[in-house]
């Protein structure tokens, strides 16, 4: 068998701060772009273990910048006002990766079939949907801007905006809809 040639590319994020400043490995990254900010949505760092814990903190607080150095992506990032869930999982010998998910309603960190049906399903929406109805549905909430993709480095994360109520009516237009 061949050895494996693909390459997953790594850039990094740099903390910036008056006092300090600290820089992590980054694979993966979404940012939104809202009243001409860009804060940081969905981010998977890897680092030394006082690097990770900085970070960690400075997204919790603070009015810290983060500076992108990814292949495409180089940007300045702040941190989502509502804060994030954070997963941290050490690597080896001095080594952490955190995930960082902003705590915001409808935030899909990875675009596919089976994320957009459990947010539909979710207490949210009212709304019944069949699963096979997805394809249709990825498309038509996209088009009428209901479901927007992030600015992101390797990864597919997207906003779900839309309400019931934005969900009926999309139904409803396409009525009489296929079952089965």
Not at 35 to 48: E, F, I, K, N, T
Request: with cysteine; net charge neutral; aromatic share 8%.
């Amino acid at each position: 068998m061949p050895p494996d040639t693909t390459q997953t590319a790594i850039g990094s994020i740099e903390l910036v701060s008056r006092d300090s400043s600290f820089s992590l490995r980054c694979s993966a990254l979404a940012y939104d772009q809202v009243d001409g900010q860009r804060p940081l949505m969905v981010a998977s760092l890897a680092g030394s273990h006082t690097s990770v814990k900085a970070f960690r903190a400075a997204l919790s607080t603070g009015t810290t910048r983060f500076r992108t150095n990814l292949p495409g992506h180089r940007t300045e990032l702040r941190r989502w006002p509502n804060g994030y869930q954070f997963h941290a999982h050490r690597l080896g010998f001095q080594t952490w990766q955190l995930l960082a998910i902003a705590n915001r309603t409808g935030l899909i960190p990875t675009l596919d079939d089976a994320a957009l049906w459990a947010e539909l399903r979710s207490e949210r929406f009212t709304t019944p949907v069949i699963r096979d109805w997805l394809p249709w549905l990825n498309e038509e909430l996209q088009q009428r801007q209901k479901l927007t993709l992030l600015p992101n480095f390797q990864c597919d994360a997207a906003v779900l905006s839309a309400s019931s109520e934005d969900l009926d009516k999309i139904l409803a237009d396409r009525a009489p809809l296929p079952i089965g």
